[in-house]
């Protein structure tokens, strides 16, 4: 297994599952909310640059921060699970789990491993849990958000056996 950065997908790239983690509309409005408030709160009625300064440097922050949070793309394409820059080759896929809310709080909860590679989204209450089999790697499984999970952990599966049958 590697977790390096990936490239983009090449024209050519097959991809049997593809989604953004994004967050959805009522965090952005809130979030620029958030960020609107602490902007009045520096302004309080000030003149000068203390007028527009915290409108300026504010806003576009939040929504920037905002953006980062929904950047996460999961994809399984050219025989890989991609998670943002986490790549894991599917040939060491030993089974993929689709899990609901409490059963991707039970993976994540109190009995969870430290060793898990974890890329989990609060606002996304499906997950996928992906059982390693890697003698070489101390990561004993991946738990990923997920919008789709019985889709994603099928497309794991089915590109895990194709690249077995090859």
């Known amino acids: 297994m590697s977790l390096s950065s990936s490239p983009p997908a090449s024209p050519g790239a097959t991809t049997a599952y593809s989604e953004r983690l994004d967050l959805p509309w009522w965090l952005w409005l809130a979030g620029v909310a958030v960020g609107g408030f602490l902007a009045v709160e520096l302004w309080l009625g000030a003149d000068g640059v203390r007028a527009w300064l915290p409108f300026v440097v504010l806003l576009p922050a939040?929504?920037?921060?905002?953006?980062?949070?929904?950047?996460?793309?999961?994809?399984?394409?050219?025989?890989?699970?991609?998670?943002?820059?986490?790549?894991?080759?599917?040939?060491?896929?030993?089974?993929?789990?689709?899990?609901?809310?409490?059963?991707?709080?039970?993976?994540?909860?109190?009995?969870?491993?430290?060793?898990?590679?974890?890329?989990?989204?609060?606002?996304?209450?499906?997950?996928?849990?992906?059982?390693?089999?890697?003698?070489?790697?101390?990561?004993?499984f991946w738990v990923v958000s997920s919008r789709d999970p019985v889709r994603l952990a099928s497309a794991l599966v089915a590109a895990r056996n194709v690249k077995r049958e090859e």
């Open 62 to 140: 939040a929504v920037a921060a905002l953006w980062w949070l929904g950047r996460i793309r999961v994809a399984v394409t050219d025989g890989e699970l991609r998670v943002d820059d986490a790549r894991l080759p599917v040939r060491f896929v030993a089974d993929a789990v689709p899990l609901d809310a409490a059963g991707r709080r039970e993976v994540l909860g109190v009995g969870a491993d430290p060793l898990a590679f974890v890329v989990q989204r609060p606002w996304i209450p499906g997950a996928v849990q992906v059982v390693l089999d890697d003698p070489a790697d101390p990561t004993p």
